[in-house]
């Protein structure tokens, strides 16, 4: 079954971004994802698990949470 997990990544940059693309893109059971750079907000969609998810991303070095409801960028 397709999971939604949304996460709160401390990107500061395209390359940033790029990281979080890489290893998405490697992840098994990945179906879409999108990288908000300004928002530091990332959705995946996919046969995955929320903490293997979490795990991956975490890999970039980049600061990941789970995002929770009706946060917003400004309040990071």
Request: glycine share 10%.
């Amino acid at each position: 079954m397709a999971e939604t997990v949304v996460l709160k990544v401390g990107m500061t940059c395209e390359g940033c971004v790029g990281a979080v693309k890489r290893v998405l893109g490697k992840m098994q059971g990945v179906e879409s994802f999108d990288v908000d750079l300004k928002e530091q907000k990332v959705t995946v969609k996919g046969n995955v698990t929320p903490d293997d998810v979490l795990k991956t991303v975490s890999k970039t070095g980049k600061k990941t949470t789970f995002w929770e409801e009706g946060e917003t960028a400004a309040s990071a």
